[in-house]
């Protein structure tokens, strides 16, 4: 018999496991290629993967190595900072305004948060959440424009119950990601 005092414990094992269940198997997810979803096989513990195989993360390349325009670190006109690796047409980054991040303690004042998401043509459609090491947990869904002409992402749209992304802008920190870098209109499909 369950009591009252565990009925929140269940429900929220229960809500993480079908919130688990439907990231990990929703192909329509923007951050997830319905053609990979299907084929990709998933990796499982005690297993590797190879180098060349970012499937895993639910954003296949051909060229790991690669880099693209928009790798490099960004400035958000929040204070923070945001590193972000581009790759074909995926895109992911760590952005935060700790400036001391202390080893292993959680909820230290101010954000850090991952994202992931696709290029395509100039806009970018993002994934996020906040990481427990700051004060701050959101996420939700973003979508932002490249302006070259300024070196700047600029955000077009928030997704999801989670609309508090506090940077409107990106502005690229000098110098850029490389001179060899793949230009953002032909890493689109």
């Given at each position: 018999m369950v009591t009252s005092r565990t009925t929140p414990i269940v429900l929220v094992v229960l809500t993480l496991t079908l919130a688990l269940a439907g990231c990990r198997e929703n192909p329509a997810s923007p951050s997830a290629r319905a053609d990979s979803a299907s084929s990709a096989p998933s990796p499982s513990v005690g297993t590797s993967t190879t180098a060349t195989d970012l499937s895993a993360i639910a954003?296949?390349?051909?060229d790991p190595a690669g880099v693209g325009e928009l790798t490099g670190a960004w400035a958000g006109s929040e204070g923070g900072v945001y590193y972000i690796r581009h790759v074909g047409d995926c895109v992911w980054w760590f952005g935060t305004e700790l400036e001391d991040i202390e080893s292993g303690l959680t909820g230290q004042p101010g954000f850090a948060n991952v994202a992931s998401?696709?290029?395509?043509?100039?806009?970018?459609?993002?994934e996020?959440?906040?990481l427990p090491i700051g004060?701050?947990?959101g996420g939700g869904g973003l979508t932002f424009a490249y302006v070259e002409a300024d070196a700047q992402?600029?955000?077009?749209?928030?997704?999801g119950g989670w609309e508090s992304f506090g940077a409107r802008t990106l502005t690229r920190i000098e110098p850029n990601a490389s001179p060899g870098a793949t230009p953002i209109e032909s890493a689109s499909p």
């Open positions: 954003c296949a390349t051909d998401g696709r290029v395509t043509g100039t806009h970018i459609q993002m996020w959440a906040d004060n701050i947990l992402l600029v955000l077009v749209e928030q997704r």
